[in-house]
């Protein structure tokens, strides 16, 4: 059983196009984050939720908007998307800040 | 910011010798993590070594930590060509609630 899945693995789209990414994990954790990997593989937190609340907001942005529907789902919507936004996104998820859990990424690529 | 210094940036080795990666860090920490990622995939929890402990083994693996050094190493013995990937640290600074990541070392096997 996938503990933390991501969908598309994959997404290629035009600038100013608006695109999601659904993330889910199936581990009872309470939180999940968001993470950019760029290509030179550095990995940098975006947002961590808390049982559905906000609790880190590292500077992203305000086209991208994250969204809890429960403890369980934690989504990321990009609006007007540029091409620096290309890049890995890993969703993750933890009991405290502990082991954390990773999806398998979803490469977004920006023309 | 990032709070994790890895050295050596990349490095290769022939199967079976041990392979040593260094992490140095800024601040005080709660816990400092290590993990591996293979090509195109998420990464993968190894290991977690808390500040008041110095040393910790699994398997493989042998992680230390020098809290008054801000430095942490760690030592995989007797490599396999699986170990082929990347390898991070990830410090749980103190009241941050979030991980920071290094940017990584490329460890490569050669059979």
């Known amino acids: 059983d996938t503990a933390v899945s991501q969908t598309p693995k994959y997404l290629v789209t035009q600038m100013g196009n608006d695109k999601s990414i659904k993330c889910e994990q199936n581990l009872g954790h309470d939180t999940m984050y968001w993470y950019k990997q760029d290509s030179k593989k550095f990995l940098k937190i975006m947002f961590s939720?808390?049982?559905?609340?906000?609790?880190i907001n590292e500077t992203v942005p305000n086209r991208f908007s994250p969204k809890s529907p429960d403890k369980a789902h934690l989504n990321l919507h990009i609006n007007s998307l540029e091409l620096g936004d290309s890049a890995v996104y890993f969703c993750?998820?933890?009991?405290?800040?502990?082991?954390?859990?990773f999806g398998p990424g979803t490469r977004l690529t920006v023309l | 910011s990032q709070q994790g210094e890895e050295d050596p940036q990349a490095l290769s080795i022939q199967e079976g010798e041990n392979a040593t990666m260094n992490c140095s860090y800024k601040?005080?920490?709660?816990?400092l993590q290590w993990y591996r990622q293979n090509s195109g995939r998420g990464l993968v929890h190894l290991i977690l070594?808390?500040?008041?402990?110095r040393e910790k083994h699994s398997g493989r693996l042998r992680v230390t930590l020098d809290t008054s050094k801000k430095s942490s190493s760690l030592l995989i013995t007797a490599s396999r060509a699986a170990d082929t990937a990347s390898y991070f640290c990830?410090?749980?600074?103190?009241?941050?609630?979030?991980?920071?990541f290094g940017q990584g070392t490329r460890l490569t096997i050669n059979p």
């Open positions: 939720y808390n049982n559905k609340e906000l609790i």
């Open positions: 990830a410090t749980d600074e103190e009241g941050a609630q979030k991980l920071v």
């Open positions: 993750a998820s933890s009991r405290a800040v502990d082991e954390q859990f």
């Open positions: 601040t005080s920490i709660n816990n």
């Open positions: 070594i808390r500040s008041n402990e």
